[in-house]
């Protein structure tokens, strides 16, 4: 069982930054790809981005805008944000899985409980 916390959403201005965070509870954190998703109102939730080892993969939607990393010695998951956009705001959500990278919200088995990124004009 794994247990996912993200922490670091908040309010910004378009164009400004931030860095969510994902701890992860368990011993195994390496093993695991993971993702973040998110949801906007009144839309499904989507595929941000996704790592595990040196695969990493993005939605077109946050390449050359957002960075996902991870440090496995603290077993968390990083999601930095560059240059945001009002079309970002949304509840983002921390995933992982067993095995190799994904970008379909079904494969992912565990999932934290999301956090709020709005984004002013």
């Known amino acids: 069982q794994v247990q996912l916390v993200e922490s670091g959403g908040g309010l910004v201005q378009a164009g400004g930054s931030l860095r969510l965070s994902c701890a992860a509870s368990?011993?195994?954190?390496?093993?695991?790809?993971m993702a973040w998703f998110r949801q906007a109102p009144g839309k499904e939730r989507e595929f941000v981005a996704a790592?595990?080892?040196?695969?990493?993969y993005y939605a077109d939607s946050g390449k050359g805008r957002f960075t996902i990393s991870r440090d496995n010695a603290k077993n968390t998951v990083y999601l930095q944000m560059n240059n945001l956009k009002p079309e970002a705001t949304a509840v983002y959500y921390c995933a992982a899985t067993i095995g190799m990278v994904r970008s379909t919200e079904d494969m992912y088995d565990y999932w934290g409980q999301g956090t709020q990124v709005t984004v002013s004009s």
């Open positions: 368990g011993r195994t954190f390496s093993s695991y790809a």
């Open positions: 790592k595990r080892g040196v695969s990493t």
